[in-house]
């Protein structure tokens, strides 16, 4: 179900689809999950495990733009990822134990928890943001539809340089 999902679009599927797309009758889905939350919640965990993630261990830094990498990619795979992660019904318990390692490593090396924590989480959310175009009700859809990929890179990374600059300022001495 959650790669019929991942195939009929992450942020649009509906649960007639899904059971059309498996050949089932809609009612049947309802044996294995017990909303259409609960299969969009699946889905994200499925789409955002299929990419690489960096190593805890890296420097700082270099930590927050491979997250940010790694959300883009998911981005990338699975149009509309974007917009469903901005705003999940719940985090799958299994990206909160594959961020953690990072929050701790964040905190190992000078943030305080919470400032590690939201470093993280800006990190994630700095690449779903810039992702977005073309869908959905977001202002930034409008605004990043009309850049390439490309452009929406680049994008990304000089915001991505100037929030890291200021979280440097945020490490204890």
């Not at 999950?33 to 990419?51: F, G, Q, T, Y």
């Not at 883009?72 to 917009?83: H, K």
Request: proline share 5%; glycine share 6%; with cysteine.
């Amino acid at each position: 179900m959650v790669d019929a999902v991942l195939e009929d679009g992450i942020a649009t599927f509906s649960m007639p689809s899904i059971a059309a797309r498996l050949g089932v009758a809609h009612s049947g889905l309802y044996r294995y999950v017990k909303d259409r939350d609960e299969l969009l919640v699946l889905a994200i965990e499925k789409a955002a495990l299929s990419v690489d993630w960096p190593e805890a261990d890296l420097p700082w830094r270099d930590l927050l733009s491979d997250v940010a990498r790694s959300v883009w990619t998911i981005c990338e795979r699975y149009p509309g990822y974007d917009v469903v992660a901005l705003s999940p019904p719940k985090w799958p318990e299994r990206i909160v134990a594959q961020v953690t390692p990072y929050i701790s490593s964040l905190h190992r090396q000078g943030f305080t928890i919470e400032d590690a924590t939201v470093a993280v989480q800006i990190a994630g959310n700095l690449a779903l943001t810039t992702s977005v175009r073309g869908t959905g009700s977001y202002p930034l859809a409008r605004t990043n539809g009309e850049r390439t990929l490309s452009q929406r890179h680049d994008w990304h990374d000089r915001i991505l340089d100037i929030v890291l600059d200021g979280l440097g300022s945020r490490l204890l001495a």
